[in-house]
């Protein structure tokens, strides 16, 4: 490469940039054409039929609500006591059938299984037409109990397989809309339908059962002919459907789902649900606060909609007037529930809505009991109205707050059932809330309901110090310099709740942010420091993978002050937080933040005469363009349509500006000893020669003069003859005539260097040799995430990063070599040694593939060993079902990048590989790596 003047690049490394931050941009979260198109028709198809199913559910379950006020209890000679028991009947069949219902659903598929479900209870509700007697009506309410069992978990489930997590909360409120709009309209269809009393000898209570069993029925065959069964196969069971949703929709649908789970398989339904998966998730205690506080507060739910209609009676109004304005309440609370969906999805502060949610409720109940008896008529049944408006606001933010905090289909597919098994018990037991020696006021009752909303709501409390928590689970806690004094530590975990991430943990909220608060940047910050920045604990591992990430942590850590790094380091980790968290409001601070900091680097870098800098300086520079080159790879977006390559990112010219400097250093500083940032610095440089095809400059080839040494010297000797290689062979393809003599030449160099490279991995310690696993083909298994059955464990995931850069830099020799001999195939002497030694080169180049693949979930912690013997050749592996880290993703990137680049490989290898760096791109929010399912990757 040509010498470069620094002071041109200094200038040219901003041109670029400052054309962006002159108006301040968000990263882009609004979903493309195609998909609005294919979501919309989810909520034109699953949406309203689920919806549909759950409104003929409440109607079939609270009917018996509306055949009281037509004298059904004494037609069938029962009194108060006994209606609460049929309920407690009936909801004791939910609560027994409710898991192995859902374990069935996900077996069968939802079109079959919802269907037919709907069908049997809307059958079973029909035979209360002909219920004479006590036992009979015990009998029915048990069997349609049963029947009805896992509906609600069962759909909620198929909705999220259809949904993202940021879409969820407003579906699930309006599928709960067929809930609570079932008790909203059931009294006014009563209304309607008690008209037919006595028509044709049937009673009125009679033709409601009839009526609404057989619409229940209908909707059933609705769901048969248009339910959609999945995004993998979204055709109804019969038909088309009226909305059809096709195989490449289905796909987007998919790769939607898929994208808020990067390191987890997207394998929505017909999962096999083992006994051992159900005991650990219902073993799970972090999420019984969830389940003990739905079945308190919901438990409030069952005497309202089995007596608001006899409350209103009691008042002075007629039958027909009670059920038309019972209604009332019911239908605002539609409202109600779908403002806290929305608060909920619009803040992600799922936490915060529940409990606002539970609070308002506990004040309009605290509120009724103490004024219902000293005011008319009117105004108590406004009370009764709100107190029914605001008795389920919680309910679907609630459930959305579960979900999010579920780890995989399975487990979430249980939580949602255990989930409904709590509130089915609390309506079981809040049956006998409402005592017939409490009319007409119910003031025992009404306290009983507060003491239980109270006590739900102090379970939802999310105000314990977060160093507690962090202490209790093991956790280290980062200290950030706008946090020195604070009692308590930051922990980005505490975004789980509020649904922008997954958090094990269980059902803790992200207000522990408030108390005290951090502001955005201050989060920003201990998300990058404490996820994404750590060295290897291992001394013994050669370090030839560490780059300036390691850097920016021991400059925080030793307390480096600069403030263009402190600077820098705000837009990167503001850019990356918000990419990953999906945090609008982090990007907008980003650009902010980046804008501020091109006027400090102008200041103390372009306007300046950087051969002035000193040593200090000098680092200071140099990690201050590392990370705005990764603020560039963070606000990066791929565009699949565009013919414009990776490569024109903006974040090379960042490289061009570190090459300035670096070489200043070179100039004027090399007498000293350099620093890790120095070492660092020119690494990511020779490696970015390589992408982007240069030459390097001479002064840049000695890596001892820049701190490399021992068997780190070796590999970077080996890995600069690599580049100068590749470089050389580039020039060569662009001749328009063959020389022999230096193709021969560079034939030769590339055997030197892959016998070199083997010799150099001798020299790695022998405890970390790997051992050979085969992975069962069944079970749980993300299988997108491993290439084969066959993965290699090693003594540590930094050794099994080394092996991969073993890998991939052989596999990069070897695709050398392959074009050097294409070159000199036509060539008739050469004819039978093309061919052999072209066959040795494939052979070696699939061998390593299939090594590297196999090591990389080892590196990446997908499992682990169980040390079974004590010795680590006879240890077995298992899953590790936690996150990947960030920071051991920074390990195998540039393996992955180098190996997704090289064509001469398996096309299955490169695709798996391209798929693999793409996913891990998504989870640490590099816009760059995202590139590598695109088809302007680049090519090696």
């Given at each position: 490469m040509a010498e470069i003047h620094s002071a041109s690049h200094s200038e040219k490394l901003f041109e670029s940039s400052n054309r962006d931050v002159e108006s301040i941009e968000q990263i882009p979260l609004k979903d493309t054409p195609v998909e609005l198109k294919a979501l919309r028709k989810v909520d034109l198809s699953v949406l309203p039929l689920l919806f549909l199913g759950l409104l003929v559910f409440q109607l079939d379950r609270m009917n018996v609500a509306s055949a009281l006020t037509s004298g059904f209890a004494a037609d069938i000679h029962v009194d108060q006591n006994i209606i609460n028991l049929g309920n407690q009947m009936m909801f004791l069949g939910i609560v027994v059938l409710e898991i192995p219902s859902n374990m069935i659903l996900q077996r069968v598929g939802p079109r079959k299984y919802i269907a037919a479900q709907v069908f049997v209870f809307g059958f079973i509700a029909t035979l209360q037409v002909f219920v004479r007697s006590r036992n009979g009506f015990l009998v029915v309410r048990s069997f349609l109990g049963l029947a009805e069992a896992g509906y609600i978990p069962g759909a909620i489930y198929t909705l999220s397989t259809w949904y993202r997590r940021r879409e969820l909360a407003k579906r699930v409120a309006i599928f709960f809309f067929g809930m609570f709009g079932g008790n909203a309209i059931s009294p006014l269809l009563a209304s309607g339908i008690l008209k037919l009393d006595k028509r044709h000898g049937i009673s009125g209570w009679q033709w409601i059962f009839l009526i609404e069993g057989v619409f229940t029925m209908s909707v059933a065959i609705l769901l048969i002919l248009f339910l959609p069964g999945s995004p993998e196969h979204p055709r109804p069971l019969f038909f088309n459907g009226i909305v059809q949703i096709s195989e490449e929709e289905g796909a987007i649908l998919q790769r939607r789902i898929a994208a808020d789970y990067p390191e987890k398989e997207y394998k929505a339904q017909h999962i096999i649900i083992t006994p051992q998966k159900v005991w650990k998730t219902i073993s799970h205690w972090r999420r019984w606060p969830h389940f003990i506080a739905t079945s308190l507060v919901f438990s409030t739910w069952s005497p309202l909609i089995t007596y608001t209609p006899s409350i209103i009676v009691s008042l002075g109004f007629n039958k027909i007037q009670a059920n038309a304005l019972a209604s009332v309440g019911a239908f605002l609370a539609l409202f109600v529930v779908f403002l806290f969906a929305w608060f909920s999805d619009h803040s992600n502060q799922r936490g915060l809505a529940v409990g606002i949610s539970i609070a308002c409720y506990l004040i309009i109940l605290i509120i009724a009991r103490s004024v219902e008896e000293h005011v008319g008529k009117w105004s108590r049944w406004g009370l009764w109205s709100a107190v029914n408006a605001f008795a389920v606001g919680y309910h679907p933010v609630h459930n959305t707050w579960l979900q999010l905090n579920c780890s995989d289909p399975a487990e979430r597919s249980i939580s949602i059932a255990m989930w409904v098994m709590c509130a089915i018990t609390g309506l079981m037991y809040g049956t006998q809330y409402f005592r017939a020696s409490d009319i007409p006021f119910y003031q025992t009752g009404l306290a009983i309901m507060i003491g239980t909303v109270a006590a739900g709501l102090a379970l939802c409390d999310e105000t314990k110090p977060i160093c507690q928590r962090c202490t209790k689970s093991r956790r280290i806690c980062v200290e950030t310099i706008a946090a020195k004094q604070a009692v308590f530590s930051i922990h980005v975990e505490n975004n789980y709740a509020s649904g922008k991430s997954k958090r094990p943990r269980g059902p803790r909220s992200s207000l522990t942010l408030m108390s005290p608060h951090f502001d955005l940047q201050t989060r920003a910050l201990a998300y990058y420091l404490q996820y994404h920045l750590q060295t290897s604990p291992d001394k013994t591992v050669p370090i030839i993978l560490g780059g300036l990430?390691?850097?920016?942590?021991?400059?925080?850590?030793?307390?480096?002050?600069?403030?263009?790094?402190?600077?820098?380091?705000?837009?990167?980790?503001?850019?990356?937080?918000?990419?990953?968290?999906?945090?609008?409001?982090?990007?907008?601070?980003?650009?902010?933040?980046?804008?501020?900091?091109?006027?400090?680097?102008?200041?103390?870098?372009?306007?300046?005469?950087?051969?002035?800098?000193?040593?200090?300086?000098?680092?200071?520079?140099?990690?201050?363009?590392?990370?705005?080159?990764?603020?560039?790879?963070?606000?990066?977006?791929?565009?699949?349509?565009?013919?414009?390559?990776?490569?024109?990112?903006?974040?090379?010219?960042?490289?061009?500006?570190?090459?300035?400097?670096?070489?200043?250093?070179?100039?004027?500083?090399?007498?000293?000893?350099?620093?890790?940032?120095?070492?660092?610095?020119?690494?990511?440089?020779?490696?970015?020669?390589?992408?982007?095809?240069?030459?390097?400059?001479?002064?840049?080839?000695?890596?001892?003069?820049?701190?490399?040494?021992?068997?780190?010297?070796?590999?970077?000797?080996?890995?600069?003859?690599?580049?100068?290689?590749?470089?050389?062979?580039?020039?060569?393809?662009?001749?328009?005539?063959?020389?022999?003599?230096?193709?021969?030449?560079?034939?030769?160099?590339?055997?030197?260097?892959?016998?070199?490279?083997?010799?150099?991995?001798?020299?790695?310690?022998?405890?970390?040799?790997?051992?050979?696993?085969?992975?069962?083909?069944?079970?749980?298994?993300?299988?997108?995430?491993?290439?084969?059955?066959?993965?290699?464990?090693?003594?540590?995931?930094?050794?099994?990063?080394?092996?991969?850069?073993?890998?991939?830099?052989?596999?990069?020799?070897?695709?050398?070599?392959?074009?050097?001999?294409?070159?000199?195939?036509?060539?008739?002497?050469?004819?039978?040694?093309?061919?052999?030694?072209?066959?040795?080169?494939?052979?070696?180049?699939?061998?390593?593939?299939?090594?590297?693949?196999s090591s990389i979930p080892f590196s990446l912690e997908r499992l682990k060993t169980v040390n079974q013997s004590g010795t680590i050749r006879q240890s077995s592996i298992k899953l590790n079902d936690d996150e990947i880290k960030p920071y051991l993703i920074h390990w195998v990137v540039w393996q992955l990048t180098i190996v997704s680049s090289i064509e001469a490989i398996d096309h299955k290898h490169q695709l798996w590989f391209k798929s693999e760096l793409a996913s891990l791109g998504r989870i640490i929010g590099d816009g760059i790596l995202e590139w590598a399912e695109t088809d302007q990757w680049t090519t090696l």
């Amino acid at each position: 490469m040509a010498e470069i003047h620094s002071a041109s690049h200094s200038e040219k490394l901003f041109e670029s940039s400052n054309r962006d931050v002159e108006s301040i941009e968000q990263i882009p979260l609004k979903d493309t054409p195609v998909e609005l198109k294919a979501l919309r028709k989810v909520d034109l198809s699953v949406l309203p039929l689920l919806f549909l199913g759950l409104l003929v559910f409440q109607l079939d379950r609270m009917n018996v609500a509306s055949a009281l006020t037509s004298g059904f209890a004494a037609d069938i000679h029962v009194d108060q006591n006994i209606i609460n028991l049929g309920n407690q009947m009936m909801f004791l069949g939910i609560v027994v059938l409710e898991i192995p219902s859902n374990m069935i659903l996900q077996r069968v598929g939802p079109r079959k299984y919802i269907a037919a479900q709907v069908f049997v209870f809307g059958f079973i509700a029909t035979l209360q037409v002909f219920v004479r007697s006590r036992n009979g009506f015990l009998v029915v309410r048990s069997f349609l109990g049963l029947a009805e069992a896992g509906y609600i978990p069962g759909a909620i489930y198929t909705l999220s397989t259809w949904y993202r997590r940021r879409e969820l909360a407003k579906r699930v409120a309006i599928f709960f809309f067929g809930m609570f709009g079932g008790n909203a309209i059931s009294p006014l269809l009563a209304s309607g339908i008690l008209k037919l009393d006595k028509r044709h000898g049937i009673s009125g209570w009679q033709w409601i059962f009839l009526i609404e069993g057989v619409f229940t029925m209908s909707v059933a065959i609705l769901l048969i002919l248009f339910l959609p069964g999945s995004p993998e196969h979204p055709r109804p069971l019969f038909f088309n459907g009226i909305v059809q949703i096709s195989e490449e929709e289905g796909a987007i649908l998919q790769r939607r789902i898929a994208a808020d789970y990067p390191e987890k398989e997207y394998k929505a339904q017909h999962i096999i649900i083992t006994p051992q998966k159900v005991w650990k998730t219902i073993s799970h205690w972090r999420r019984w606060p969830h389940f003990i506080a739905t079945s308190l507060v919901f438990s409030t739910w069952s005497p309202l909609i089995t007596y608001t209609p006899s409350i209103i009676v009691s008042l002075g109004f007629n039958k027909i007037q009670a059920n038309a304005l019972a209604s009332v309440g019911a239908f605002l609370a539609l409202f109600v529930v779908f403002l806290f969906a929305w608060f909920s999805d619009h803040s992600n502060q799922r936490g915060l809505a529940v409990g606002i949610s539970i609070a308002c409720y506990l004040i309009i109940l605290i509120i009724a009991r103490s004024v219902e008896e000293h005011v008319g008529k009117w105004s108590r049944w406004g009370l009764w109205s709100a107190v029914n408006a605001f008795a389920v606001g919680y309910h679907p933010v609630h459930n959305t707050w579960l979900q999010l905090n579920c780890s995989d289909p399975a487990e979430r597919s249980i939580s949602i059932a255990m989930w409904v098994m709590c509130a089915i018990t609390g309506l079981m037991y809040g049956t006998q809330y409402f005592r017939a020696s409490d009319i007409p006021f119910y003031q025992t009752g009404l306290a009983i309901m507060i003491g239980t909303v109270a006590a739900g709501l102090a379970l939802c409390d999310e105000t314990k110090p977060i160093c507690q928590r962090c202490t209790k689970s093991r956790r280290i806690c980062v200290e950030t310099i706008a946090a020195k004094q604070a009692v308590f530590s930051i922990h980005v975990e505490n975004n789980y709740a509020s649904g922008k991430s997954k958090r094990p943990r269980g059902p803790r909220s992200s207000l522990t942010l408030m108390s005290p608060h951090f502001d955005l940047q201050t989060r920003a910050l201990a998300y990058y420091l404490q996820y994404h920045l750590q060295t290897s604990p291992d001394k013994t591992v050669p370090i030839i993978l560490g780059g300036l990430s390691e850097s920016v942590y021991s400059w925080k850590i030793s307390g480096g002050t600069s403030h263009m790094v402190d600077l820098a380091l705000s837009s990167m980790a503001l850019s990356i937080y918000s990419r990953t968290q999906r945090n609008a409001l982090a990007a907008t601070e980003a650009s902010l933040s980046y804008y501020r900091l091109l006027q400090v680097v102008r200041e103390q870098i372009v306007q300046v005469e950087i051969q002035t800098l000193n040593e200090q300086n000098i680092d200071a520079c140099l990690l201050a363009i590392f990370l705005m080159g990764r603020y560039e790879a963070a606000k990066h977006r791929p565009d699949p349509n565009s013919e414009i390559s990776y490569r024109s990112s903006r974040s090379w010219y960042h490289h061009n500006g570190a090459m300035a400097i670096l070489k200043v250093w070179n100039d004027n500083l090399s007498h000293n000893t350099p620093t890790t940032i120095i070492k660092q610095t020119r690494r990511g440089l020779v490696r970015s020669a390589l992408l982007r095809n240069l030459p390097l400059p001479t002064w840049l080839l000695n890596g001892s003069r820049f701190g490399e040494h021992g068997i780190e010297l070796e590999y970077d000797c080996i890995f600069v003859r690599i580049v100068k290689l590749h470089y050389s062979l580039s020039c060569l393809q662009q001749k328009n005539y063959l020389q022999t003599a230096k193709v021969e030449e560079l034939n030769n160099e590339a055997q030197d260097l892959d016998k070199a490279l083997r010799d150099w991995a001798t020299q790695i310690s022998s405890t970390s040799s790997c051992q050979q696993h085969i992975v069962a083909e069944p079970g749980p298994w993300p299988k997108r995430h491993f290439y084969s059955s066959t993965v290699y464990s090693y003594s540590s995931p930094w050794y099994a990063a080394v092996w991969t850069q073993y890998f991939a830099i052989r596999m990069l020799v070897n695709s050398t070599r392959l074009k050097t001999l294409e070159l000199n195939s036509t060539n008739p002497l050469n004819k039978s040694t093309y061919e052999q030694q072209r066959l040795e080169c494939l052979i070696l180049l699939n061998e390593m593939s299939d090594n590297l693949a196999s090591s990389i979930p080892f590196s990446l912690e997908r499992l682990k060993t169980v040390n079974q013997s004590g010795t680590i050749r006879q240890s077995s592996i298992k899953l590790n079902d936690d996150e990947i880290k960030p920071y051991l993703i920074h390990w195998v990137v540039w393996q992955l990048t180098i190996v997704s680049s090289i064509e001469a490989i398996d096309h299955k290898h490169q695709l798996w590989f391209k798929s693999e760096l793409a996913s891990l791109g998504r989870i640490i929010g590099d816009g760059i790596l995202e590139w590598a399912e695109t088809d302007q990757w680049t090519t090696l």
